[in-house]
């Protein structure tokens, strides 16, 4: 594995902040180990950020904005399209780290930078497609249009269950409208991020811009209470617990800054009576299990027409007796560790409350103990039989566990699925059409991703990805969320002879 950070030229003992063309500056007094889930080793050292680090970071970004700003739309995109090319050069070793690090399995590692390759891609396009609107003014020899300007300094704040993707949703389309970036990856995944950086760093170079550009800080929550109050951060984009959410929310509102929030999910699938089942085992099986469950998209929550209930299950529990867990970077195994020891105590209290609250456990609910298993994360997907009333299942645990409902109408349904907090994802799996436009409906899912014969994760990069409640009610990515990356400007231009005042007020001198 050390071949891997050498990969990236990252081999020298401690690793902070990169800033300019100084590259990697430490000076705060705490140092952590980044263990891997995966065998408990040891990836490296980090010192983390201080205040003094996070005040050149934003100087760096600051002196490289008005450079990137000036440089046309097309001409950003294409520093994003060689960013794009890097990463298909880079997608073997890149994969393996986040793996690695993280502890998702390899084939999802893959995803992970493919899904920032198609990021890459989709912005390249947009930086010739940043369109505003015109509309036709109501004075004569007026013309009234809007127009888009860079905002500044994008603050990005993400997660470690991905540790390189939600960045890169970020950060490209953040570039492409003229943004600078600083970026404050997890403290528990930072070297996939460091990586990343190093290789946008090369590319930065090579055309001779300043770093600047794309600026990367570790540290912890102080970091992120820094970015959230400093009135030099334009926009924060954050991803993570609703807890984090609503303290970034607050605080940048108290500036009037502007925010993106991405946050918690329960997601639920529907199961009709008119489901095919062939094809909804597999979507139920990955969405719970796939990253050990510790997607904002994983499937919490699954319910099911009481006709097809105990068929479902039974084919379930047969689904999860194949499962192999195991290290990731074996492509032989489906599930790979939880991201550390205190989400493994999180997984345990989870069933033990859930069975409190009158929960039946029909499957899971271990630890798993050996050689292989030695860092203590590897656990066992778990199915818990549930009904509405207990509270827990209103919760989001990282974690796969699974809860199984029953229900009787369609509405009753809806009703299970939409009465949660959170408002990310959502799915139905039916073959009936009245039953899959109800979901639909704006009587149906109240979440920002409504799928119908998908499971709940695996978004494509292409549409606009977020939820409602308290997932935050931001939206990335794809579709026209670039606009949330940019100011709005609504300019009219009088090229007539004559003063004219809109709404035909006459105000003669
Ligand atoms: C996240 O878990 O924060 O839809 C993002 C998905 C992925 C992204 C998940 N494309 O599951």
Redesign the pocket.
């Known amino acids: 594995m050390k071949d891997l950070l050498k990969a990236f030229d990252l081999s020298t003992p401690y690793y902070n902040i990169s800033t300019g063309q100084e590259n990697w500056v430490g000076n705060s007094k705490k140092i952590i180990d980044i263990k891997s889930p995966v065998n408990n080793d040891c990836i490296g050292t980090i010192q983390l950020a201080d205040n003094h680090s996070y005040k050149v970071v934003v100087s760096k970004a600051k002196e490289a904005f008005p450079i990137w700003k000036s440089m046309p739309a097309p001409q950003r995109g294409d520093i994003v399209r060689q960013f794009g090319d890097a990463l298909r050069k880079e997608k073997e070793n890149l994969a393996k780290l986040v793996s690695y690090e993280m502890g998702k399995s390899l084939q999802e590692g893959y995803g992970e930078v493919q899904?920032m390759i198609d990021i890459c891609d989709f912005a390249v396009g947009l930086s010739r497609q940043l369109y505003g609107l015109q509309m036709h003014s109501e004075r004569p020899n007026h013309r009234m249009f809007e127009q888009w300007h860079p905002l500044g300094i994008v603050g990005i704040i993400s997660?470690f269950?991905?540790p390189v993707a939600?960045w890169a949703w970020n950060a490209t389309l953040a570039w492409i409208c003229g943004n600078v970036c600083v970026w404050k990856p997890s403290e528990k995944t930072p070297f996939s991020a460091m990586a990343c950086q190093e290789i946008f760093k090369k590319i930065l170079k090579q055309n001779a811009l300043p770093e600047g550009i794309s600026n990367i800080i570790i540290g912890d929550s102080d970091i992120g209470k820094l970015m959230a109050s400093d009135y030099d951060i334009a926009l924060i984009s954050a991803?993570g617990s609703t807890k984090m959410g609503k303290s970034v929310s607050q605080t940048v509102g108290k500036r009037l800054g502007k925010s993106i929030l991405?946050l918690g999910g329960n997601n639920a699938i529907i199961v009709t009576q008119e489901a095919d089942l062939d094809i909804a085992v597999p979507a139920i099986v990955f969405g719970a299990v796939g990253t050990a469950g510790q997607?904002?998209?994983s499937t919490r929550r699954l319910i099911v027409h009481k006709s097809c209930y105990q068929n479902l299950l039974d084919k379930l529990i047969h689904a999860y007796k194949q499962l192999r867990i195991g290290n990731p970077l074996n492509e032989k195994n489906h599930v790979g560790p939880l991201i550390d020891v205190d989400a493994v105590n999180d997984y345990l209290k989870t069933i033990e409350e859930a069975q409190k609250q009158g929960g039946n456990l029909v499957y899971g609910n271990n630890v798993l103990k050996g050689e292989a298993f030695k860092s203590n994360c590897y656990v066992m997907p778990t199915i818990i039989e549930a009904h509405s009333n207990m509270s827990i299942v209103r919760h989001e645990t990282f974690a796969p566990i699974l809860y199984v409902f029953s229900y009787d109408t369609l509405d009753e349904a809806i009703f299970i699925q939409n009465n949660v907090p959170q408002g990310l994802s959502s799915s139905i799996f039916t073959q009936n059409m009245q039953q899959v436009e109800t979901f639909l409906s704006n009587s149906g899912s109240d979440c920002g991703i409504a799928n119908v014969n998908i499971g709940t994760?695996?978004?494509e990069i292409g549409g606009a990805f977020g939820g409602e409640k308290e997932t935050g009610g931001g939206r990335e990515s794809g579709s026209d969320s670039w606009k949330a990356y940019m100011r709005r400007q609504t300019c009219t231009v009088n090229y007539g002879k004559n003063a004219h005042l809109a709404q035909g007020i006459v105000f003669n001198l």
Do not use: P
């Open positions: 899904e997660a269950n991905f939600v991803t991405e997607r904002c998209t994760s695996g978004a």
